[in-house]
């Protein structure tokens, strides 16, 4: 069973960053496009951003929901099987627990593996 392990978030100030990572066992996103979505207070989960698997010399496709704006940026390491959400210009509204999952493909966002705890995002004054 892979496991997924979030981490990187915390309490920060409205126009702050944060960088949240996510980490999958047993090589658990070799091969995948990975997802990052969050769940903020009282709302269902959402989608925030993916990336195709790549290749030595390519990162991956991106792909982002709206709202984010271009203020974040999804990347990854293979090597380390690892992937990464850079948030900057974080607002209020970023406010949510944060997910990552390896994903069926870019367009069909189907989890593949058991959701992880999530790393909690507060963004406030």
């Known amino acids: 069973q892979v496991q997924l392990v979030e981490s990187g978030g915390g309490l920060v100030q409205p126009g702050g960053s944060l960088k949240l990572s996510c980490a999958a066992s047993e090589s658990g996103f070799r091969g995948y496009a990975v997802g990052w979505y969050r769940q903020p207070p009282g709302k269902q989960r959402e989608f925030v951003a993916s990336?195709?698997?790549?290749?030595?010399?390519?990162?991956?496709?991106?792909d982002y929901a709206d709202y984010v704006e271009s203020r974040f940026t999804i990347s990854r390491d293979n090597a380390k099987n690892t992937v990464y959400l850079q948030m900057n210009s974080l607002k209020p509204e970023d406010t949510a627990v944060y997910y990552c999952?390896?994903?069926?493909?870019?367009?069909?966002?189907?989890?593949?593996?058991?959701w992880g705890q999530g790393t909690q995002v507060i963004v406030s004054s």
């Open positions: 999952n390896a994903i069926r493909s870019i367009t069909i966002r189907t989890p593949v593996y058991t």
């Open positions: 990336i195709t698997y790549g290749s030595d010399t390519y990162g991956g496709r991106t």
